[in-house]
């Protein structure tokens, strides 16, 4: 299972391109000007295409920030604003967002193990999509980096995010990936939904680091 902010497993071609070039946090500190209208302000709801939590990107994965980025800017994931902002950034300017993305997580170890333990339900949904086979123990410790932490990601964003892997075609909310398709189509939109509000409620490195305007 994935996100924006998140919740993805990335191209290999996109991986591949984000893991060639070194990303600079403090280059990327001077180029979020276009991030922090949505990303730097707790609580924003993003209004179109659907009404969500945009999600928590500080802290994230690095390699899966530039992935998700090199999906947008190619068509792979369809949200028309997403795209504008990624089709405006060259290779360094993702490297070196992602690098400044990843280094405002919150600091400290693993997640501790969910003290809040999931329905029958939700326990059955987990086995069946068994997402910690790619996002790892506590769901915040991905096989892969280009992988997200989804625990404690916005649950309304997680369930968006899920609903448009059903459905590749959608013009505005689509996501094209075989894995994440082949997982999230199992399930009825009411599953997802439960299964995102169990992920969306664990403890999480993830959060929004508001901007000195936004504070």
């Known amino acids: 299972m994935t996100?924006?902010?998140?919740?993805?497993?990335?191209?290999a071609t996109g991986a591949l391109q984000a893991q060639e070039i070194q990303g600079n946090a403090q280059a990327g500190a001077q180029k979020n000007a276009m991030c922090i209208g949505c990303h730097g302000i707790v609580g924003y709801q993003a209004n179109f295409?659907?009404?969500?939590?945009?999600?928590m990107i500080s802290g994230q994965n690095?390699?899966?920030?530039?992935?998700?980025?090199?999906e947008y800017k190619k068509g792979g994931r369809k949200h028309p604003t997403m795209r504008g902002v990624a089709e405006s950034l060259s290779e360094?300017?993702?490297?070196?967002?992602?690098?400044?993305?990843?280094?405002?997580?919150k600091s400290g170890d693993l997640p501790a193990p969910p003290t809040r333990q999931p329905s029958a339900q939700v326990a059955q949904l987990l086995q069946k999509g068994a997402c910690v086979s790619c996002h790892g123990d506590n769901f915040a410790k991905p096989i892969d980096p280009s992988y997200p932490e989804i625990a404690g990601q916005q649950a309304d964003y997680l369930f968006a995010a899920l609903k448009a892997y059903k459905d590749d075609s959608r013009q505005y909310v689509g996501r094209s990936n075989a894995v994440m398709a082949g997982v999230a189509t199992q399930f009825s939109?009411?599953?997802?939904k439960a299964l995102a509000g169990y992920i969306g409620s664990l403890d999480t490195h993830l959060q929004v680091v508001p901007q000195s305007?936004?504070?």
Not at 3 to 11: E, G, P
Not at 49 to 55: A, N, Q
């Open 3 to 11: 996100t924006l902010f998140a919740l993805v497993v990335a191209s």
């Open 92 to 105: 360094q300017d993702i490297a070196d967002l992602a690098a400044y993305y990843a280094s405002q997580g």
């Open 49 to 55: 295409p659907e009404v969500y939590k945009v999600p």
């Open 213 to 215: 305007r936004f504070r």
């Open 189 to 192: 939109n009411a599953e997802l």
């Open 62 to 70: 690095a390699a899966y920030i530039a992935a998700a980025l090199e």
